[in-house]
């Protein structure tokens, strides 16, 4: 079975700063792995996806995540956080590939506090 | 281009009521799926729709059921509410078939307390 594992539950960085959001995975196939945002009161927004293409996945906002089959991790990234940038974070696995289902599985979420 | 819309935003019922929840998915859309965001349990998958069909649904009880309308849009029906349905409910939506790689965008949801 697919899942997802957010190594942290909340990260707090400082404006400018880099940014570093922990997820490995587990998936006994080549798996689809996405990262969302939610802003307070907002509902999921797509930052980016991989899908055995290349393994460096550019995002919006300047986010990137890179995929790593022998660490089994799907990190996300951002050279330089900006106040909007603080909301909560979800690694999810897609559990579709080889049977019938399309569901997403999510990890527990991160969330991201950026000081100024 | 429109977004996943869902209604209302916000709704209050007391337990043993009913509870519906309406979602219009992307123009072109025709899967539609349904996630539950609770306090302390994360994000769980609920149904799936596709093409007026239930092709798949997460580890509910049945009081959990919904269908999908010809235009693709869709209802969650919540039976015999519980207070720990107090949640709040996303909708997605795709475009259709089964396709591990294709994302999901999600609407704002609905926050529905029980009482």
């Known amino acids: 079975a697919q899942s997802v594992t957010q190594l942290d539950s909340h990260v707090s960085v400082s404006e400018g700063t880099p940014v570093l959001l922990r997820c490995n995975y587990s998936?006994?196939?080549?798996?689809?792995l996405f990262w969302y945002v939610q802003h307070p009161n907002k509902g999921l927004q797509l930052l980016l996806k991989?899908?055995?293409?290349?393994?460096l996945v550019k995002g919006i906002n300047g986010f990137e995540a890179e995929f790593k089959k022998s660490e089994t991790s799907f990190h996300l990234t951002k050279p330089s956080a900006h106040m909007s940038d603080a909301a909560e974070y979800f690694c999810?696995?897609?559990?579709?590939?080889?049977?019938?289902?399309?569901?997403?599985?999510f990890g527990t979420g991160t969330l991201l506090a950026v000081q100024p | 281009e429109a977004g996943v819309t869902q209604s209302p935003t916000h709704l209050i019922k007391t337990r043993g009521q009913q509870a519906t929840l309406r979602c219009s998915p992307i123009?072109?859309?025709?899967?539609v799926y349904w996630y539950q965001q609770a306090l302390g349990l994360g994000l769980q998958f609920l149904l799936w729709?596709?093409?007026?069909?239930?092709?798949n649904r997460g580890n509910f009880p049945p009081r959990f059921s919904g269908r999908q309308f010809p235009n693709y849009s869709s209802e969650l029906n919540v039976n015999a509410l519980e207070l720990e349905d107090s949640a709040l409910y996303l909708c997605?939506?795709?475009?259709?078939?089964?396709?591990?790689?294709?994302?999901?965008?999600f609407g704002p949801g609905t926050r529905l307390t029980v009482t």
């Open positions: 999810v696995v897609s559990d579709g590939y080889g049977g019938a289902t399309n569901k997403l599985i």
């Open positions: 729709y596709d093409e007026g069909e239930e092709r």
């Open positions: 123009s072109g859309h025709t899967s």
């Open positions: 998936s006994s196939y080549s798996p689809s």
């Open positions: 997605a939506s795709s475009p259709g078939g089964l396709a591990a790689d294709y994302e999901q965008y």
């Open positions: 991989y899908t055995s293409a290349a393994t």
